[in-house]
């Protein structure tokens, strides 16, 4: 049985799955109905692989270390491609688009199986 904490952990994973499967079906719709040159895109960019550079550089105490490399790596990735997303041209930001998506969902079933697979402490 999983203690509260960790089924808490499970279910905010699980909702990276589906925000993975939408931005998937947006891709690859290519349903695209947002300024991707603006600079509130390129903020968002930067913040997500600084925020995952920093989960690298300095791993959160309260989750493993594979927890904190998935969780950091992810971000990195995501921000990347969002940078790259802002200076293609436009047929291929669809693609792109839902690249980032498999890395979500990615990061979600990696993070949802490690959580559960996790020693639970000794109370």
Same mark, same amino acid.
């Given at each position: 049985?999983? &203690?509260?904490?960790?089924?808490?952990?499970?279910? !905010?994973?699980?909702?990276?799955?589906?925000?993975?499967?939408?931005?998937? *079906?947006?891709?690859?719709?290519?349903?695209?109905?947002? &300024?991707?040159? &603006?600079?509130? *895109?390129?903020?968002?960019?930067?913040?997500?692989?600084? *925020?995952?550079? $920093?989960?690298?550089?300095?791993?959160?105490?309260?989750?493993?270390?594979?927890?904190? *490399? !998935?969780?950091? !790596? &992810?971000? @990195?990735?995501?921000?990347?491609?969002? @940078?790259?997303?802002? $200076?293609?041209?436009?047929?291929?930001?669809?693609? %792109?688009?839902?690249?980032?998506?498999?890395?979500?969902?990615?990061?979600?079933?990696?993070?949802? !199986? %490690?959580?559960?697979?996790?020693?639970?402490?000794?109370?």
């Amino acid at each position: 049985m999983l &203690s509260t904490d960790r089924f808490l952990r499970v279910i !905010v994973e699980l909702l990276f799955v589906l925000l993975g499967g939408l931005v998937v *079906w947006l891709g690859v719709t290519g349903h695209i109905f947002f &300024s991707r040159r &603006s600079l509130g *895109w390129l903020g968002v960019s930067v913040i997500l692989i600084l *925020w995952g550079a $920093r989960g690298l550089y300095k791993p959160s105490r309260l989750l493993t270390r594979r927890e904190n *490399w !998935v969780r950091g !790596v &992810s971000l @990195v990735l995501l921000g990347l491609l969002m @940078v790259v997303i802002s $200076r293609v041209a436009f047929p291929h930001v669809g693609p %792109l688009l839902a690249a980032a998506g498999v890395v979500l969902v990615l990061r979600g079933v990696l993070g949802a !199986v %490690l959580v559960i697979r996790a020693n639970a402490p000794v109370v």
